[in-house]
C-alpha cells in the first residue's frame, strides 16, 4: 500500500527556519502533485503549498508567499516544505498529500501522510 510519512517538524523561534519532508513509499505507476496542508488547534485545515506532476508549478497560500518553499526531488521522489521566517502564527500540524496511480488502469487517488507538528514561539 502507498504511505506518506512526513518529517522534519519540532519547536523552534519566530525567524527561525525548518524543513519539512515527505517520503512515499508503495506501488506507484506514476505520480501527480503533491500538496502540503496544515490545521491549527481549534482551525480548519488549510492549503500551504503545491508542485504539479512535473515539478514546474508551484502554488502557495498567500500567508505563507516568500517564506515558504516546496520542492521535490523527482515525481516518485521525496517532497520537501522549506520554510523561513518563521511566525507564531505558522504552528500547526503540517500533512503531506500526493495524487498517485498504484497501476496504470487505476485512477489518480489522493494520499494522506500522518502529520508533523510545527511549534512557533515568539
Known amino acids: 500500500q502507498v504511505v506518506l510519512v512526513e518529517s522534519g517538524g519540532g519547536a523552534v523561534q519566530a525567524g527561525g527556519s525548518l524543513r519539512l519532508s515527505c517520503a512515499t513509499s508503495?506501488?506507484?505507476?506514476?505520480?501527480?502533485?503533491l500538496f502540503w496542508y496544515r490545521r491549527a488547534p481549534g482551525k480548519e485545515r488549510e492549503f500551504v503549498a503545491s508542485?504539479?506532476?512535473?515539478?514546474?508549478?508551484?502554488d502557495y497560500a498567500d500567508s505563507v508567499k516568500g517564506r515558504f518553499t516546496v520542492l521535490r526531488d523527482d515525481p516518485l521522489g521525496t517532497g520537501y516544505l522549506h520554510m523561513y521566517n518563521l511566525r507564531p502564527e505558522d504552528t500547526a500540524t503540517y500533512y503531506c498529500?500526493?495524487?498517485?496511480?498504484?497501476?496504470?488502469?487505476?485512477?489518480?487517488?489522493?494520499?494522506w501522510g500522518q502529520g508533523t507538528q510545527v511549534t512557533v514561539s515568539s
Open positions: 498529500s500526493q495524487d498517485i496511480a498504484t497501476t496504470e488502469s487505476d485512477p489518480y487517488r489522493q494520499y
Open positions: 508503495g506501488p506507484i505507476w506514476s505520480a501527480g502533485g
Open positions: 508542485i504539479d506532476y512535473k515539478n514546474q508549478i508551484t
